[in-house]
């Protein structure tokens, strides 16, 4: 249905938004990439992948890392344990904000796509230690991406890891109101290397395949997670996954889709085909610009709303 030179057309026509965003820089070492950089790749149950941009670029997942982390815990412990410490809706609030956490009783953080969500399932990533738990995570990012060379970046982490006080502040809430119940530098550890994880959008195309499938991997001819797992991930992928943007974003795109600081976008167009984007250009909400523009194009184009 659509071609590479169609997409390196749209590739274009999205680029030329780059200067109404920013590159994310609250975190020091994202603010190194540059805003007109902007890569797709879209990828097929049958194997087929076609890209454009540079493909080849590597960028971290931030906050998609969030919905990778979620199927992991889902998968390992169940709905039921899971939705004790995070809820279900979307909050309307920029994803680190800190105001609905004391609204809200009990105390939870009110869904797992905002930071002090995430930082709940996070905690709740099995295992004896910071290095055990990432690297099931790491190995479970491996699985979906059918790629074993995937790993994180150090810099990233680091620099994450020596700013976070945002996070940590949310990480001390939840340790009060019995949410986390471990040491907050261990769980800021463990969180700032799960937002590092770097990956091309090829791979990023291929995970986003693995939801659209309703958790199997058709090449590898695997289920990664039961198709309950996928079904509630992309739910909140519709709900929340580009924090409060969601409601225009499903108006206008209308493809289960989260997004991270890094510029990235994973979306998942159910039954079809898995899209990885990466375009750092940021708007004032902190999703890529240029990787909306872009999904907007292929959306309207060839009528890829699920609603
Ligand atoms: N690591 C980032 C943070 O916790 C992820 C945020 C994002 O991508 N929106 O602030």
């Known amino acids: 249905m659509y071609t590479k030179l169609e997409l390196e057309q749209f590739v274009k026509q999205a680029k030329q938004y780059a200067r109404y965003g920013k590159v994310a820089d609250y975190i020091p070492a994202l603010g190194k990439a540059n805003p007109n950089d902007l890569s797709i790749a ?6 087929s992948v076609i890209d454009a941009g540079d493909t080849t670029d590597k960028v971290t997942l931030q906050s998609i890392s969030k919905i990778i982390a979620l199927a992991l815990v889902l998968t390992d412990h169940g709905e039921k344990k899971v939705f004790q410490k995070v809820g279900m809706e979307p909050t309307g609030d920029p994803f ?7 609204e809200v009783q009990p105390a939870k953080p009110l869904n797992p796509m905002i930071n002090a969500g995430a930082l709940a399932v996070t905690h709740m990533i099995n295992g004896a230690s910071v290095e055990e738990r990432f690297w099931r995570l790491l190995q479970f990012v491996r699985k979906l991406a059918g790629n074993p060379e995937i790993s994180y970046s150090k810099e990233v982490a680091k620099s994450e890891f020596e700013t976070a ?3 940590r502040s949310l990480c001390y809430f939840l340790k009060q109101h019995g949410i986390i119940n471990e040491d907050v530098e261990e769980l800021m550890d463990l969180y700032t290397k799960q937002c590092a994880i770097e990956m ?9 395949l693995v939801f659209a499938m309703d958790g199997r991997d058709p090449l590898a001819g695997e289920q990664i997670m039961p198709p309950d797992v996928a079904r509630i991930c992309k739910t ?3 709900t929340c996954g580009m924090y409060n943007a969601s409601g225009e974003f499903a108006i206008k795109i209308g493809i289960p889709a989260k997004s991270g600081v890094s510029g990235g976008i994973l979306a998942s167009v159910p039954g079809r085909f898995g899209i990885g984007i990466f375009g750092p250009a940021l708007d004032d909400k902190g999703n890529s610009i ?13 009528s890829l709303s699920i609603f």
């Open 42 to 47: 879209i990828y097929t149950p049958d194997g």
């Open 96 to 102: 680190h904000s800190i105001a609905k956490l004391e």
């Open 165 to 167: 006080f945002l996070n």
């Open 200 to 208: 091309t959008c090829v791979d990023l195309a291929r995970i986003g």
């Open 236 to 238: 909140f992928m519709v």
């Open 290 to 302: 240029t990787g909306m523009k872009l999904l907007e194009l292929l959306s309207q184009t060839y």
